[in-house]
Protein backbone atom coordinates (compact mmCIF):
# COMPACT_ATOMS: atom_id res chain seq x y z
CA UNK A 1 0.00 0.00 0.00
CA UNK A 2 1.06 3.42 -0.85
CA UNK A 3 2.01 6.47 1.44
CA UNK A 4 -1.19 8.14 1.46
CA UNK A 5 -3.24 5.00 1.12
CA UNK A 6 -1.80 4.00 4.76
CA UNK A 7 -1.99 7.60 6.19
CA UNK A 8 -6.05 7.13 5.83
CA UNK A 9 -6.10 3.72 7.76
CA UNK A 10 -3.53 5.34 10.64
CA UNK A 11 -5.45 8.80 11.04
CA UNK A 12 -8.61 6.97 11.85
CA UNK A 13 -6.85 4.72 14.39
CA UNK A 14 -5.31 7.71 15.76
CA UNK A 15 -8.71 9.06 15.94
CA UNK A 16 -10.30 5.98 17.35
CA UNK A 17 -7.74 5.21 20.07
CA UNK A 18 -5.37 8.39 20.22
CA UNK A 19 -1.26 8.77 18.34
CA UNK A 20 -0.22 6.43 21.18
CA UNK A 21 -1.58 3.11 19.49
CA UNK A 22 0.86 3.42 16.57
CA UNK A 23 3.73 1.93 16.47
CA UNK A 24 6.69 3.97 15.82
CA UNK A 25 7.07 2.89 12.57
CA UNK A 26 3.63 3.93 11.63
CA UNK A 27 3.91 7.06 13.53
CA UNK A 28 6.80 7.96 10.73
CA UNK A 29 4.78 6.48 8.17
CA UNK A 30 2.06 8.92 8.68
CA UNK A 31 4.33 12.18 9.17
CA UNK A 32 6.08 11.29 5.36
CA UNK A 33 2.66 11.20 4.36
CA UNK A 34 1.72 14.12 6.07
CA UNK A 35 4.66 15.86 4.37
CA UNK A 36 3.58 14.54 0.55
CA UNK A 37 -0.22 15.15 1.29
CA UNK A 38 0.95 19.24 2.46
CA UNK A 39 4.19 20.00 1.72
CA UNK A 40 4.61 18.23 -1.99
CA UNK A 41 0.70 18.20 -3.11
CA UNK A 42 -0.36 21.33 -1.70
CA UNK A 43 0.52 24.55 -4.36
CA UNK A 44 0.46 28.40 -3.63
CA UNK A 45 -0.72 29.87 -6.60
CA UNK A 46 -0.18 33.35 -5.08
CA UNK A 47 3.66 32.81 -4.57
CA UNK A 48 5.80 33.35 -7.37
CA UNK A 49 8.17 31.01 -7.15
CA UNK A 50 5.75 28.15 -6.30
CA UNK A 51 3.01 29.27 -8.93
CA UNK A 52 5.27 27.10 -11.37
CA UNK A 53 7.61 24.44 -10.68
CA UNK A 54 9.45 22.48 -12.97
CA UNK A 55 9.46 18.55 -13.50
CA UNK A 56 13.02 18.20 -11.80
CA UNK A 57 12.24 20.31 -9.11
CA UNK A 58 8.97 18.32 -7.95
CA UNK A 59 11.21 15.34 -8.25
CA UNK A 60 13.79 16.08 -6.03
CA UNK A 61 11.16 17.39 -4.00
CA UNK A 62 9.50 13.75 -3.62
CA UNK A 63 12.84 12.40 -3.24
CA UNK A 64 13.68 14.60 -0.04
CA UNK A 65 10.45 13.31 1.94
CA UNK A 66 11.28 10.17 0.98
CA UNK A 67 14.90 10.45 1.85
CA UNK A 68 13.35 11.59 5.21
CA UNK A 69 11.24 8.28 5.61
CA UNK A 70 13.96 5.96 4.60
CA UNK A 71 16.61 7.61 6.81
CA UNK A 72 14.66 8.15 9.59
CA UNK A 73 13.25 4.70 9.36
CA UNK A 74 17.44 3.62 9.91
CA UNK A 75 17.37 5.71 12.73
CA UNK A 76 14.00 4.24 14.25
CA UNK A 77 15.90 0.52 13.48
CA UNK A 78 19.32 1.41 15.13
CA UNK A 79 17.52 2.83 18.20
CA UNK A 80 16.17 6.48 17.78
CA UNK A 81 13.04 8.05 19.45
CA UNK A 82 10.43 8.53 16.90
CA UNK A 83 9.51 11.90 18.76
CA UNK A 84 12.89 13.23 18.16
CA UNK A 85 13.02 12.19 14.68
CA UNK A 86 9.67 13.89 13.89
CA UNK A 87 11.06 17.39 15.04
CA UNK A 88 14.04 17.41 13.31
CA UNK A 89 15.01 20.45 11.94
CA UNK A 90 15.52 19.94 8.22
CA UNK A 91 11.61 18.60 8.31
CA UNK A 92 10.87 22.37 7.70
CA UNK A 93 13.72 22.67 4.77
CA UNK A 94 11.92 20.38 3.10
CA UNK A 95 8.73 21.69 3.20
CA UNK A 96 10.30 24.96 2.49
CA UNK A 97 11.78 23.21 -0.44
CA UNK A 98 9.17 24.46 -2.90
CA UNK A 99 9.87 27.82 -2.54
CA UNK A 100 13.47 27.94 -3.59
CA UNK A 101 14.24 29.27 -6.76
CA UNK A 102 14.73 26.82 -9.75
CA UNK A 103 18.54 27.89 -9.99
CA UNK A 104 19.11 27.22 -6.54
CA UNK A 105 17.82 23.80 -6.16
CA UNK A 106 20.43 21.48 -6.79
CA UNK A 107 22.75 23.34 -3.47
CA UNK A 108 19.47 23.32 -1.51
CA UNK A 109 19.00 19.82 -2.11
CA UNK A 110 22.61 18.79 -1.31
CA UNK A 111 22.14 21.10 1.98
CA UNK A 112 18.95 19.59 2.96
CA UNK A 113 20.04 15.45 2.43
CA UNK A 114 23.45 16.32 4.34
CA UNK A 115 21.19 17.75 7.88
CA UNK A 116 19.01 15.17 7.24
CA UNK A 117 21.86 12.51 7.52
CA UNK A 118 23.66 14.29 10.35
CA UNK A 119 20.31 15.16 12.23
CA UNK A 120 19.29 11.51 12.26
CA UNK A 121 22.65 10.31 13.04
CA UNK A 122 22.78 12.55 15.95
CA UNK A 123 18.56 11.15 16.79
CA UNK A 124 20.45 7.47 16.96
CA UNK A 125 23.38 8.88 19.20
CA UNK A 126 20.73 10.02 21.63
CA UNK A 127 22.29 13.58 21.06
CA UNK A 128 20.05 16.97 20.10
CA UNK A 129 21.84 17.99 16.83
CA UNK A 130 19.54 20.23 15.99
Not at 4 to 28: M, T
Not at 102 to 129: F, H, M, Q, R, T
Amino acid sequence: MGLLQDESELEEIVNLVGIDALSPSDRLKLEAARSIREDYLHQNAFDDVDTYTSPEKQHMMMQLILAYYDEAGNALKQGAKVTDLIGIECREAIGRFKYVAEKDIAGEYDKIIAELKSECAAAVAGKEAF
